[in-house]
C-alpha cells in the first residue's frame, strides 16, 4: 500500500476544513508530514477525512462543467445553470460543449475513500469514533458513484483497495450494469444511514459534515434520479455494446422501486420533524423576497432548512470563491475585470407564477391583445403594451423571482439598474446600435445611459446582460469585490425544499398513494409556495410539481440533472435559440414610455442534444479495458 500522494493533499485538507469544522477535524497544521504517519496517527485521518469532503462532487459555486470541480480563477463562469433552461452566458452564449466529466478525479476520489476505509480497523480511536468516520466514508462512496453514474452509467465498482503492480490486467475492473451501479449508490446510503449520528458536537458542524440526515437526503436525490433514468429510457433509447451488456439503461418496471426508495428517504426526514423551510410563513410578498434572498448569502441563519453546506472562509485562498465579481451587474463592477456572465433567459422568467394567476406559469406578456407573443423582437405595426416604468411588467410576480433575479429598474447595492435595448423614434423606427437620440429637448441614450459603466445591458460586451436579466440568487449585496477570491458565500448543497420536491415528484410520477401520500406530497408543494408569498393552494400534478421545482430550485445546478435524468435534453433543445426580453424607451407618444419585446438572444445560435450525451464518453478505454458508451 502505499501513500505517497496523501502529504501532498494533506496541506489542502487541513486548510479547507480549519474554519469550518469542530475540534474533530482542528489538527495542527504542518508543512509536510510523512505519507505512511497520516493514516497511523488519529488527526492524520480526520485530515485525511477532511480532504475527501473537499473532493466530493459537490456542484457548487465552484463546479464548472469545463474545468471541473474545486476550479477558480479565469475560468469563465460557466455553470449548469447556463448550460439547460435556466440561463446563458453572456461572453459565449453559442456555448453548446457538453463535458461534464468526472472519470479520473472520481476514482482517484474511490481510491482514497477505499484506502480510509481499510484503516479505520487499525485506528487507536473510539469505537463510536471509528462508527462514524466508517458512516462518512460510506456516505461519500455513495455521493462519488452517484456522480459517476449520473453521468456515465454503469461503472466498475471498485470497492477495495488495489494494491499496485506491474500486472496491468490485474487492475482492470469490467463495468457493472446500471441498475448494479445505483443500487450500489442506495445501499451505501443506507449504511451512512446507519452509522451515522443525528448530529455532530455543535449545530454548525452538523451541517457542514455528513449526518444520517445528509445521507436520507442523499438517497431522496439518488433514487429519483435512478427511478427517471428507468421510467424514460425508451424517450432516448440508444444502441451498442454497452446498451445490450445493460451498462447504460434501465427497465421500466423497475422504476417502481426507485420511487418507493426516494419516498422512504424524503419520509424519513420530512416525519423526523428536525426540518423545516426558512421562515415559511411570511406576512407577504415583500417580506417572502428578502427571507428568501438572505437564506443563500448566508445559509447558516437557515438552520431549520439546510441539511448539507458546504462552506467558504477566508478571502484570498481556495476557502474563498469569484460568483460576485463574476455575476454581478456591470453598474456595480467596482473593478473586478469580468461581469454578468449568468444571464437569466426569458423562458426561466415566463415559469414564475403571478399571485392573481395560482397554479399557472406566468409567461410576460407584451402586446396588447394578451397573447405571448414570439420571438420575432421589435415590429413597428404590433401593439404593445405600454408602462411607464421599466419594471412595472414584472407587477404580482412570485417573490422568488425578485429574489433571484436582477431585472430592468431592479435595485441593485444602491443602484438602478439600467438595463435597455433601443430607442423607438416618433416615427416609429428603432435605434438598438450605440447612439443618442435628441426629442423635445431630452437626449436618449440607446442603452439608457450615456456611458457603459452606467448601464448593464445590450451593448454586446461580455460584461452586459444579453437576455435582460442577471442573476441574483446567492449574491452578496453588502460587500464590495474589487479582485478575485473575495466571495466567501457558502453553498446549501442539501436542503429541505429539495426533499420536498423530490418526495412530490416520486408520488406524482408512481402514482404512491398508501400513507397519505398524497395530501402530503400536496402540503409539500404548497408550504414551498406560501413560504414564496402565495396564499392560495393548487393541486398535485406532474406540471406543477416540475414549475414548482424549476423555480425554486433555480441556478443551484439541479435543473441541468433534471433534463438529463427526465430524459427531456434532446426534445427542449431541439434547434432551440434561448430567448431574451428587451425593454425600449418608446417615444411615440405623449410621453415617453417602455415597451418590451420577446426576441432571440441576440448573437446566439440554435443548440441541439445528441442522445448520446445522456452518458458521458469514457476516457482511455484502451487501458482501463472498459466498454464504451454509446457514441452514436
Same mark, same amino acid.
Given at each position: 500500500?502505499?501513500?505517497?500522494?496523501?502529504?501532498?493533499?494533506?496541506?489542502?485538507?487541513?486548510?479547507?476544513?480549519?474554519?469550518?469544522?469542530?475540534?474533530?477535524?482542528?489538527?495542527?497544521?504542518?508543512?509536510?508530514?510523512?505519507?505512511?504517519?497520516?493514516?497511523?496517527?488519529?488527526?492524520?485521518?480526520?485530515? *485525511?477525512?477532511?480532504?475527501?469532503?473537499?473532493?466530493?462532487?459537490?456542484?457548487?459555486?465552484?463546479? *464548472?462543467?469545463?474545468?471541473?470541480?474545486?476550479?477558480?480563477?479565469?475560468?469563465?463562469?460557466?455553470?449548469?445553470?447556463?448550460?439547460?433552461?435556466?440561463?446563458?452566458?453572456?461572453?459565449?452564449?453559442?456555448?453548446?460543449?457538453?463535458?461534464?466529466? =468526472?472519470?479520473?478525479?472520481?476514482?482517484?476520489?474511490?481510491?482514497?475513500?477505499?484506502?480510509?476505509?481499510?484503516?479505520?480497523?487499525?485506528?487507536?480511536?473510539?469505537?463510536?469514533?471509528?462508527?462514524?468516520?466508517?458512516?462518512?466514508? !460510506?456516505?461519500?462512496? &455513495?455521493?462519488?458513484?452517484? &456522480?459517476?453514474?449520473?453521468?456515465?452509467?454503469?461503472?466498475?465498482?471498485?470497492?477495495?483497495?488495489?494494491?499496485?503492480?506491474?500486472?496491468?490486467?490485474?487492475?482492470?475492473?469490467?463495468? +457493472?450494469?446500471?441498475?448494479?451501479? =445505483?443500487?450500489?449508490?442506495?445501499?451505501?446510503?443506507?449504511?451512512?444511514?446507519?452509522?451515522?449520528?443525528?448530529?455532530?458536537?455543535?449545530?454548525?458542524?452538523?451541517?457542514?459534515?455528513?449526518?444520517?440526515?445528509?445521507?436520507?437526503?442523499?438517497?431522496?436525490?439518488?433514487?429519483?434520479?435512478?427511478?427517471?433514468? !428507468?421510467?424514460?429510457?425508451?424517450?432516448?433509447?440508444?444502441?451498442?455494446?454497452?446498451?445490450?451488456?445493460?451498462?447504460?439503461?434501465?427497465? &421500466?418496471?423497475?422504476?417502481?422501486?426507485?420511487?418507493?426508495?426516494?419516498?422512504?428517504?424524503?419520509?424519513?426526514?420530512?416525519?423526523?420533524?428536525?426540518?423545516?423551510?426558512?421562515?415559511?410563513?411570511?406576512?407577504?410578498?415583500?417580506?417572502?423576497?428578502?427571507?428568501?434572498?438572505?437564506? *443563500?448569502?448566508?445559509?447558516?441563519?437557515? +438552520?431549520?432548512?439546510?441539511?448539507?453546506?458546504?462552506?467558504?472562509?477566508?478571502?484570498?485562498?481556495?476557502?474563498?470563491?469569484?460568483?460576485?465579481?463574476?455575476?454581478?451587474?456591470?453598474?456595480?463592477?467596482?473593478?473586478?475585470?469580468?461581469?454578468?456572465?449568468?444571464?437569466?433567459?426569458?423562458?426561466?422568467?415566463?415559469?414564475?407564477?403571478?399571485?392573481?394567476?395560482?397554479?399557472?406559469?406566468?409567461?410576460?406578456?407584451?402586446?396588447?391583445?394578451?397573447?405571448? +407573443?414570439?420571438?420575432?423582437?421589435?415590429?413597428?405595426?404590433?401593439?404593445?403594451?405600454?408602462?411607464?416604468?421599466?419594471?412595472?411588467?414584472?407587477?404580482?410576480?412570485?417573490?422568488?423571482?425578485?429574489?433571484?433575479?436582477?431585472?430592468?429598474?431592479?435595485? =441593485?447595492?444602491?443602484?438602478?439598474?439600467?438595463?435597455?435595448?433601443?430607442?423607438?423614434?416618433?416615427?416609429?423606427?428603432?435605434?438598438?446600435?450605440?447612439?443618442?437620440?435628441?426629442?423635445?429637448?431630452?437626449?436618449?441614450?440607446?442603452?439608457?445611459?450615456?456611458?457603459?459603466?452606467?448601464?448593464?445591458?445590450?451593448?454586446? +460586451?461580455?460584461?452586459?446582460?444579453?437576455?435582460? *436579466?442577471?442573476?441574483?440568487?446567492?449574491?452578496?449585496?453588502?460587500?464590495?469585490?474589487?479582485? =478575485?477570491?473575495?466571495?466567501?458565500?457558502?453553498?446549501?448543497?442539501?436542503?429541505?425544499?429539495?426533499?420536498?420536491?423530490?418526495?412530490?415528484?416520486?408520488?406524482?410520477?408512481?402514482?404512491?398513494?398508501?400513507?397519505?401520500?398524497?395530501?402530503?406530497?400536496?402540503?409539500?408543494?404548497?408550504?414551498?409556495?406560501?413560504?414564496?408569498?402565495?396564499?392560495?393552494?393548487?393541486?398535485?400534478?406532474?406540471?406543477?410539481?416540475?414549475?414548482?421545482?424549476?423555480?425554486?430550485?433555480?441556478?443551484?445546478?439541479?435543473?441541468?440533472?433534471?433534463?438529463?435524468?427526465?430524459?427531456?435534453?434532446?426534445?427542449?433543445?431541439?434547434?432551440?435559440?434561448?430567448?431574451?426580453?428587451?425593454?425600449?424607451?418608446?417615444?411615440?407618444?405623449?410621453?415617453?414610455?417602455?415597451?418590451?419585446?420577446?426576441?432571440?438572444?441576440?448573437?446566439?445560435?440554435?443548440?441541439?442534444?445528441?442522445?448520446?450525451?445522456?452518458?458521458?464518453?469514457?476516457?482511455?478505454?484502451?487501458?482501463?479495458?472498459?466498454?464504451?458508451?454509446?457514441?452514436?
Amino acid at each position: 500500500m502505499k501513500y505517497h500522494h496523501i502529504s501532498s493533499i494533506f496541506c489542502g485538507a487541513l486548510l479547507a476544513f480549519s474554519t469550518s469544522c469542530s475540534d474533530f477535524l482542528d489538527v495542527t497544521p504542518r508543512n509536510k508530514i510523512p505519507g505512511d504517519a497520516v493514516l497511523s496517527d488519529p488527526n492524520g485521518v480526520k485530515a *485525511f477525512l477532511a480532504n475527501l469532503y473537499y473532493q466530493a462532487p459537490i456542484e457548487d459555486h465552484v463546479y *464548472f462543467p469545463r474545468e471541473g470541480f474545486n476550479a477558480r480563477g479565469n475560468t469563465g463562469f460557466l455553470s449548469l445553470a447556463q448550460y439547460g433552461m435556466e440561463a446563458i452566458h453572456s461572453e459565449w452564449p453559442n456555448w453548446n460543449e457538453y463535458k461534464n466529466d =468526472w472519470w479520473e478525479k472520481g476514482y482517484k476520489l474511490n481510491r482514497s475513500i477505499n484506502i480510509l476505509i481499510q484503516s479505520i480497523p487499525t485506528l487507536n480511536m473510539a469505537d463510536k469514533e471509528k462508527q462514524v468516520l466508517a458512516g462518512e466514508a !460510506a456516505f461519500l462512496r &455513495a455521493y462519488t458513484y452517484f &456522480a459517476l453514474a449520473k453521468r456515465y452509467g454503469g461503472v466498475p465498482l471498485i470497492l477495495d483497495n488495489q494494491d499496485f503492480t506491474n500486472d496491468f490486467e490485474m487492475l482492470k475492473v469490467p463495468r +457493472s450494469t446500471e441498475k448494479e451501479t =445505483w443500487d450500489l449508490v442506495l445501499s451505501e446510503c443506507d449504511r451512512a444511514i446507519e452509522l451515522l449520528p443525528e448530529e455532530h458536537a455543535n449545530g454548525d458542524e452538523s451541517k457542514r459534515r455528513a449526518t444520517k440526515w445528509a445521507a436520507y437526503a442523499l438517497k431522496s436525490r439518488a433514487a429519483l434520479h435512478a427511478a427517471s433514468v !428507468a421510467k424514460y429510457w425508451n424517450n432516448a433509447p440508444l444502441s451498442g455494446e454497452a446498451v445490450s451488456l445493460k451498462f447504460v439503461g434501465m427497465e &421500466a418496471s423497475q422504476a417502481a422501486a426507485y420511487y418507493k426508495a426516494c419516498i422512504d428517504a424524503s419520509m424519513a426526514l420530512i416525519s423526523s420533524g428536525r426540518f423545516s423551510l426558512y421562515k415559511a410563513s411570511p406576512a407577504n410578498p415583500a417580506e417572502a423576497i428578502k427571507n428568501y434572498q438572505e437564506m *443563500f448569502v448566508d445559509p447558516s441563519i437557515a +438552520s431549520s432548512e439546510a441539511i448539507l453546506i458546504k462552506g467558504y472562509a477566508q478571502v484570498g485562498n481556495d476557502l474563498s470563491h469569484d460568483l460576485d465579481g463574476w455575476n454581478g451587474p456591470n453598474q456595480t463592477g467596482e473593478g473586478f475585470p469580468h461581469r454578468g456572465r449568468t444571464n437569466p433567459i426569458l423562458e426561466m422568467v415566463d415559469l414564475y407564477e403571478s399571485y392573481d394567476n395560482p397554479g399557472h406559469a406566468s409567461p410576460v406578456v407584451t402586446t396588447a391583445d394578451g397573447q405571448v +407573443s414570439s420571438a420575432e423582437g421589435y415590429k413597428e405595426g404590433v401593439a404593445y403594451r405600454h408602462f411607464d416604468s421599466p419594471d412595472e411588467i414584472f407587477k404580482n410576480k412570485d417573490a422568488r423571482f425578485f429574489a433571484s433575479i436582477i431585472y430592468p429598474n431592479a435595485t =441593485w447595492k444602491n443602484q438602478t439598474i439600467v438595463i435597455n435595448g433601443g430607442i423607438v423614434k416618433p416615427d416609429g423606427s428603432l435605434i438598438d446600435s450605440r447612439t443618442s437620440f435628441e426629442h423635445e429637448g431630452i437626449t436618449y441614450f440607446t442603452y439608457g445611459k450615456e456611458q457603459p459603466n452606467q448601464y448593464s445591458g445590450f451593448d454586446g +460586451s461580455a460584461d452586459m446582460t444579453r437576455t435582460g *436579466f442577471l442573476m441574483r440568487k446567492f449574491l452578496n449585496e453588502n460587500m464590495r469585490f474589487t479582485t =478575485w477570491l473575495q466571495s466567501t458565500t457558502d453553498y446549501m448543497d442539501m436542503r429541505y425544499a429539495e426533499v420536498l420536491l423530490n418526495f412530490a415528484e416520486a408520488v406524482v410520477e408512481s402514482g404512491y398513494t398508501q400513507e397519505n401520500a398524497v395530501s402530503l406530497a400536496t402540503k409539500a408543494i404548497n408550504d414551498i409556495r406560501f413560504r414564496a408569498g402565495h396564499t392560495v393552494a393548487i393541486t398535485l400534478n406532474l406540471e406543477n410539481v416540475l414549475r414548482e421545482r424549476t423555480v425554486e430550485l433555480a441556478f443551484e445546478n439541479k435543473n441541468f440533472w433534471d433534463l438529463i435524468r427526465r430524459r427531456t435534453f434532446h426534445t427542449t433543445f431541439k434547434n432551440k435559440i434561448k430567448e431574451a426580453l428587451v425593454p425600449l424607451i418608446d417615444l411615440r407618444g405623449n410621453k415617453p414610455q417602455y415597451i418590451y419585446v420577446r426576441k432571440n438572444v441576440a448573437g446566439s445560435n440554435s443548440q441541439n442534444f445528441p442522445e448520446k450525451d445522456y452518458y458521458r464518453h469514457i476516457p482511455n478505454v484502451a487501458g482501463n479495458g472498459v466498454v464504451q458508451n454509446p457514441q452514436q
